[in-house]
């Protein structure tokens, strides 16, 4: 069925950066961007950003321009999200989900991951 | 970026219906989407294109769009209804995503 698993939790201190995979099953992974939301612990849907899994091509919030990049490996239909300079109220759960590409408009996000963990900790 | 505005929570007792408003400049010619998140676990769209249901989403679920005001309403509400709801859109001039700040629906 149609899916997408995420890596496990991480813990990184402030400063550091974090790697998050989205790896899709069950569809054509070049037929669906992949988005980025986060969550902090009771606070609301914050999107991160986008990326075209077939033109690499990327679109970001502005509070996350710059320190967010979106990445893919198109052979493993696996997307990954690497967020730097890590601080503490980075700390959230961190969310992928697929959007049709050229559809978004239509169809909202249909697939979500369950979620990462990621925590910022001294 | 902006946030679409969500009152903060929504109480209604089992068996009445339910309207989670999410308001926006001109939304009404907009298409909207709404997610439901209960405790835990991810979102799930429950509404897409201002009033289509995915499938396996029951009838009991409908969305509206007014001028300034996209609606979610809940019929027949459950307990299983309880949770968070978020409304959403595309802004296709800026090419990036839009969240509401989130309703708390209690079912009383």
């Known amino acids: 069925q149609v899916q997408l698993l995420q890596s496990g939790a991480e813990v990184k201190k402030p400063g550091a950066s974090v790697k998050v995979s989205c790896k899709a099953s069950?569809?054509?992974?070049?037929?669906?961007?992949i988005n980025w939301v986060r969550q902090a612990s009771g606070q609301g849907l914050v999107w991160v950003g986008w990326?075209?899994?077939?033109?690499?091509?990327?679109g970001f919030a502005q509070n996350f321009q710059g320190r967010v990049t979106l990445t893919r490996n198109s052979s493993t239909s696996t997307a990954y999200m690497e967020m730097t300079s890590l601080r503490f109220e980075d700390t959230a759960v961190y969310y992928c989900?697929?959007?049709?590409?050229?559809?978004?408009?239509?169809?909202?996000?249909?697939?979500w991951g369950q979620g990462t963990t990621v925590t910022v900790s001294s | 970026s902006y946030v679409l505005t969500q009152p903060p929570s929504v109480s209604v007792a089992p068996g009445k219906t339910a309207r989670i408003t999410c308001g926006e400049n001109?939304?009404?010619?907009?298409?909207v989407h709404w997610y439901q998140q209960r405790p835990g676990q991810a979102p799930v769209l429950v509404i897409y294109?201002?009033?289509d249901r995915p499938s396996g989403i029951p009838e009991r679920f409908s969305g509206s769009n007014s001028e300034n005001t996209a609606t979610l309403t809940i019929s027949r509400v459950e307990a299983g209804d309880e949770a968070d709801y978020y409304c959403?859109?595309?802004?296709?001039?800026?090419?990036?995503?839009?969240f509401g700040g989130g309703t708390k629906l209690t079912v009383l």
């Open positions: 001109n939304i009404s010619s907009k298409s």
């Open positions: 989900a697929r959007a049709g590409i050229g559809y978004q408009y239509y169809y909202g996000m249909d697939v």
């Open positions: 990326m075209n899994p077939n033109t690499g091509n990327a």
């Open positions: 959403q859109l595309w802004d296709s001039g800026k090419n990036l995503w839009v």
């Open positions: 069950g569809y054509t992974f070049s037929s669906y961007d």
């Open positions: 294109y201002t009033s």
